[in-house]
């Protein structure tokens, strides 16, 4: 007959009960850390999209890539220039018709460098020459905002463009005059530094306010005064401090007015493109400019050399 030993089966399971609590315990802990951890995670991530989404905004809500009544950030935006018709691309997360599958390198490379995951090199109509100084810290935090939104299943338009603008010879022109900018982050205590760097690499001013060379590269000694065969066939001001013919006579406020509501000094509304990098789309554009750096812009502005107007050449 066997002989069973009931306190030691009780020990046994006492220590057994002890043990699975123990265990119990650390796995309770365990989920708590790991939550914790996650917690955090989507807190960064969160806090990293809402930055991108700013950085968004000061490059004008990347206009071009939303068309009139699309889908925001579909693309299919036509962009006239003297080269030919082009079409903003979609830029949303669609895995086929947009950079769903793109690593975050291949969207930085794209959005600073001008390259795509394929290697093909865009047009300089895409602003990458200027977007090419943003930070580090500033295109991260795009490249997370992007990846947040609503993919959009919209194909894109093949560009209308003459044969110049073939891979090849936008090679040539790359080797010729692109030379990409690195900008350090910066606390930029220095609001003419800040505005400066907001009116180049985020809201690419220059793309449309100076008037280029033949060979479509911007013409810095006219930089910011104006461009006479702009996009679209629209005539941008000049926007340096010239008395007569540029914005010499705004007062800085008024230069902050017009970025955050498109009001005019003389209380008219800023139309075309102006009016679309203002408004932005629904991540929001100019408008959403924080007072500091809407007031960073408008000192950089006075702080130019004034030029006359850029006339047709
Ligand atoms: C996508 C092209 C584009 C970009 C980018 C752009 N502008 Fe403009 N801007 C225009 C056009 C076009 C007009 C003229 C609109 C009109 O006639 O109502 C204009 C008008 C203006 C005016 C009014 C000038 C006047 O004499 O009436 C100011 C000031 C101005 N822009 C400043 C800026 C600043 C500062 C930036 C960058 C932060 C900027 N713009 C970026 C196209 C652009």
Redesign the pocket.
Known sequence: MLMVDHTALQEDMKNADEKSSVRLFCLFLLCGFVFGYLQNVWADNAALVAQGQYVFALA?GC?CHTADKGPANAGGRPIETPYGRFYGTNITPDPVHGIGTWTDREIIDAIRLGVKPDGTVMSPVMPYPALSGMTDEDVTALVAFLRSLEPVAQENLPHEVSLPFSGLAMRVWRWLFFEPIETRAAAWTDPIARGRY??EHL???Q???TPRTVFGTLDRTRDLAGNPA??DG??????TPDDETG?GR?SEGE?VS??RTGF?PNFDT????????IDGVPGGG?KDMTDEDADA?ATY?KSIPPRSRAEQE
């Open positions: 004008g206009g907001i009116s809201a690419h001013c793309e449309c306010h702009g996009i629209e005539v941008a001001p000049n926007i914005i705004w230069i017009l970025l005019l800023v139309q075309g493109l102006m009016a679309v990098v100019y812009v502005l």
